[in-house]
């Protein structure tokens, strides 16, 4: 079903009741579905991110519909999903769960000295379980209705499902992570799913993804680098310090760039830390480290992906913090407008 678009103006001002970017469209006629997960419970330094999809929602209606790059793009409709506030409530308690639990391991201990701390461990594991299994269910539906879909979180630990979903339609697949962090681990803090473990379970559990390039990392430990050098070029981590050390010695940007794509198969899902990013551009977000990457890098590569033919199979953005005046949200919605533009391009 098309939209009708003759009464919608992309020149005027966003009508507040329409939906993400002030487009007119609804879940039946936009080809690409945005959902939004509120989730965060093992986020173990400074929170907010659950409710960066309503913030992110809200300041989209500013973002300008006309990029010249992609004029067309978003004709083809995009669609957020309400916010489901059941998934925000089993967040906000669980979140609180995870806290007593990190707080008692964090004071030196033992997890199985304790049957309450057991049992609140054994819940927040069962949980996040239950969550990457909602993000599946709900991927695997819509991609069956022939929808593309990007997820908006949250924490990063909400990219699974989808990445499982898209493992059934794509038997290759790249993994383009955008991150300060290496989300290697192999159980963060006894948490199976936690956000700094959800490239290793990506990798250990869904062989489609053939490849893991991370782009930005600045900021992992000795486990996560053994893992790289011994995934056999399954994972290659341009680490921020290579890349900036390259371009001081004069190496281009856009040389970089090639060299990067050169290595991703024909499909490439991008999962996109913003705290991948300079913190000026996501100064809330939760674990926000020095260094990092312009908006503009990014979208040069981006572009380049593109143009080499290759495929955006589908998305996620996650880690971006809320603010008071709205400047986290503002750049998320920024980024989130430009990778459904990705997702939607003819090339
Ligand atoms: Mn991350």
Aim: charged content about 25%; proline content about 3%.
């Amino acid at each position: 079903m098309i939209a009708d678009l003759s009464r919608f103006d992309p020149n005027g001002v966003s009508v507040a009741n329409n939906n993400v970017f002030g487009l007119p469209y609804n879940e039946e006629n936009a080809q690409l579905i945005v959902i939004p997960v509120p989730w965060e419970v093992t986020v173990s330094f400074r929170g907010g991110t659950a409710r960066a999809p309503e913030h992110i929602l809200k300041a989209s209606l500013q973002v300008d519909l006309f990029d010249s790059q992609f004029q067309n793009s978003w004709k083809k409709g995009v669609f957020m999903l309400p916010v489901d506030k059941k998934i925000l409530l089993k967040n906000d308690i669980l979140r609180k769960e995870n806290e007593l639990y990190l707080n008692f391991i964090n004071s030196g201990e033992k997890v199985e000295t304790n049957k309450f701390m057991c049992k609140t461990l054994k819940e927040v594991n069962e949980g996040c379980a239950w969550m990457n299994n909602w993000v599946y269910e709900n991927s695997k539906t819509l991609l069956s209705k022939g929808k593309q879909v990007g997820l908006l979180g949250g924490d990063h630990s909400i990219a699974f499902g989808l990445i499982k979903a898209l493992a059934e339609r794509h038997e290759d697949f790249g993994v383009l992570q955008i991150d300060a962090h290496c989300d290697l681990r192999k159980s963060y803090e006894g948490l199976d799913n936690s956000h700094g473990s959800i490239m290793y379970n990506v990798l250990e559990n869904i062989p489609q993804v053939s490849k893991l390039i991370q782009l930005g990392i600045r900021d992992y430990c000795e486990s996560e680098w053994q893992y790289i050098c011994d995934s056999g070029h399954r994972i290659v981590t341009y680490f921020e310090k290579e890349l900036k050390e390259r371009q001081f010695t004069g190496d281009t940007w856009s040389h970089i760039a090639d060299e990067i794509i050169n290595q991703l198969p024909q499909n490439v899902y991008i999962s996109y830390d913003v705290d991948g990013l300079d913190p000026k551009l996501c100064p809330h977000t939760g674990t926000p480290v020095p260094g990092g990457f312009e908006l503009e890098q990014l979208n040069f590569l981006f572009r380049k992906i593109l143009n080499s033919g290759r495929k955006i199979v589908g998305f996620d953005l996650s880690e971006t913090g809320i603010s008071s005046n709205g400047w986290d949200e503002n750049v998320g919605s920024r980024i989130l407008f430009k990778l459904s533009n990705l997702m939607l391009c003819d090339k």
